[in-house]
């Protein structure tokens, strides 16, 4: 019978490191384990991700962590999906939510009633049936009833925080539950010379710390993954045009909005992230159409409020690690790749590689067989949310520049290709294996970029238009009154987790 680990060596610090090691703390907890988190003193993380997705509410929750005390330490506010302005075309903007449309009547997804309804001159639009739509509209905010009434009133949201501040709250939370931290830099790592696992790694000062498994969340270099096991990046930049960012901070102007704002600019696209105590702003762009002074330029002409940083711009390898799971070493955040933020997906990637392997945990035997399984399911789902990240772009109708005319001819997979073409004949949204985004992600997509099905789901052809309508008004009329009745976002904060003091 196979040894069970004993020591649990994270190679690496900030959010990635420490939502590790609270993670790993929870899990080791009864076992005879140890984790050891060593973090880097004058290494500082490139903490410009600040937006999240509903999976992170679940993420704390199941690590017995209070949402106001968490609110309150990371400056947070809410978010309910991403408003994206200018995409399709200049001046217009459309809502992604965390939410379905409607629901289904006689077993046909919602969306055909609408296709049937626009077909017949209607003009219906698909996002007045998004309760958070609705609240979005309203700038107003109310958590989601764990048992809803109806399936119109179920949404989710997630969180705009400040991701130092959370890594923060993560240390205090995972040394309390018997993490050992240590602060030092990692000068070299020990390979077994016959099996090529890490046997330990070298500190500065000489101290040798030994482990079983090894957890690399050292950022774009890898230093374990790549630098001492060579694993190399596969390169993706074929499918993302953009790849490289500038960042600054503001004053908050008025009120924090409950969504992210992705704003698309002449050589890719804006973020606009509001917290309770400022504002995080960065602009995502193509080298190969902008160069980093205008990229600057542009930035600062476009933000709101006094700047309270300095500028941070930031050149990144658009990639995956081939395997994240090589022999006793893990891969996680920017040590296993990095496709781009437009999604707000960083911290999910974090989450759901653990969740591999936390259910693939291994033993010192490493199964071959266990880690190639993780590698094949982290894989897959990048290639979901990589046909997902060049949809936003290849859809657009923009012209006037450039870059965006690239983007419209730019070659896609084909595995995205099927999918449009599926949705452009009859409306229905084809959807793979462990895939990221839900049904009702592509839908506001399609619908975003006014991808307009050639017919619809043909079990509705009989229906009465005109009660159609009638019925999806009381509908629409429901969701406006309740979203109006709903505190506003700032309200919402003020009365239930404000934080205490600015930090």
Not at 18 to 42: F, G, N
Not at 177 to 199: P, R
Not at 258 to 287: E, F, V
Not at 403 to 426: G, T
Request: glycine content about 6%; some cysteine.
């Amino acid at each position: 019978m196979s040894e069970a680990i004993e020591r649990i060596v994270i190679v690496g610090g900030g959010t990635t490191g420490w939502m590790a090691a609270a993670s790993l703390s929870r899990y080791v907890k009864d076992k005879k384990m140890s984790v050891t988190l060593i973090e880097s003193p004058t290494i500082s993380t490139v903490g410009v991700g600040e937006a999240t997705i509903p999976n992170i509410v679940e993420f704390n929750r199941n690590l017995g962590i209070d949402e106001v005390e968490l609110i309150k330490a990371t400056q947070a506010t809410f978010k309910l999906g991403i408003e994206f302005e200018n995409w399709h075309k200049k001046d217009s903007r459309f809502f992604h939510p965390f939410a379905d449309y409607g629901m289904k009547v006689d077993n046909v997804e919602f969306h055909h009633y609408i296709n049937k309804l626009n077909s017949e001159g209607k003009n219906v639009n698909l996002q007045d049936y998004s309760f958070a739509c609705a609240l979005a509209k309203q700038g107003n905010f109310a958590q989601p009833n764990p048992n809803p009434a109806s399936p119109l009133a179920d949404y989710s949201y997630a969180y705009h925080l400040d991701a130092a501040l959370y890594a923060k709250f993560l240390t205090d939370f995972s040394v309390k539950q018997g993490v050992e931290h240590i602060s030092a830099n990692v000068v070299h790592t020990n390979l077994n010379k016959e099996s090529g696992f890490i046997d330990s790694v070298t500190l500065e000062d000489g101290r040798i710390i030994d482990g079983d498994l090894f957890i690399d969340c050292s950022g774009f270099k890898g230093l374990l993954i790549e630098g001492a096991m060579g694993v190399e990046l596969e390169d993706l930049s074929q499918w993302l045009p953009c790849d490289r960012a500038v960042a600054v901070q503001t004053e908050l102007v008025g009120e924090p909005t409950p969504y992210t704002r992705a704003i698309a600019k002449d050589s890719g696209w804006q973020w606009c992230i509001p917290l309770q105590h400022r504002m995080g702003n960065g602009y995502i762009y193509s080298s190969q159409f902008c160069d980093a002074d205008k990229a600057e330029e542009s930035l600062l002409a476009s933000v709101n409020g006094k700047t309270i940083n300095d500028v941070r711009h930031f050149t990144f390898p658009l990639g995956r690690r081939k395997n994240i799971w090589h022999k006793n070493c893990f891969a996680l955040g920017l040590a296993g790749g990095f496709l781009e933020p437009l999604e707000s997906l960083g911290i999910s990637l974090i989450q759901t590689a653990l969740s591999k392997l936390l259910t693939f945990f291994p033993d010192k035997s490493f199964n071959k067989a266990d880690a190639a399984e993780v590698n094949r399911l982290h894989n897959v789902e990048l290639d979901r949310i990589v046909d997902f990240l060049v949809l936003h772009y290849k859809l657009t109708q923009r012209d006037d520049t450039e870059f965006w005319r690239y983007c419209q001819n730019m070659a896609i997979p084909d595995s995205l290709a099927h999918k449009i073409e599926v949705f452009k004949s009859q409306g229905h949204i084809v959807m793979y294996d462990h895939e990221s985004f839900e049904e009702a992600s592509w839908l506001s997509m399609y619908h975003g970029f006014n991808v307009v099905p050639q017919r619809y789901d043909a079990r509705i052809q009989n229906l009465d238009a005109n009660m159609v309508e009638q019925k999806l008004q009381q509908m629409r009329q429901s969701m406006e009154s309740s979203a109006v009745q709903a505190m506003s976002h700032q309200e919402f904060i003020e009365k239930h987790c404000r934080a205490e003091r600015d930090i």
